[in-house]
């Protein structure tokens, strides 16, 4: 069986994934709409608060923003 990475390494490897592996391209980031933005890093931010929202709930506040 494969190993299973932690929540925010998975989210790290996400975010590595999307910037074609460059730590640079993560710090410079520019789709701060991700819901993933704040957990780039692999860390929790101080003070961070969290909301449950449903896939679908996600796509229609992303795309009513574009």
């Known amino acids: ?33 991700c819901i993933l933005y704040p957990l780039r890093f692999g860390k929790k931010p101080k003070g961070a608060t969290y909301t449950t929202v449903t896939v679908k709930e996600y796509e229609q506040s992303i795309n009513s923003e574009a």
Do not use: N, Q, Y
């Open 1 to 33: 069986m494969g190993k299973v990475a932690r929540p925010l390494k998975a989210i790290r490897l996400k975010c590595f994934d999307c910037s074609c592996w460059s730590s640079k391209e993560i710090e410079l980031c520019a789709h701060t709409k």
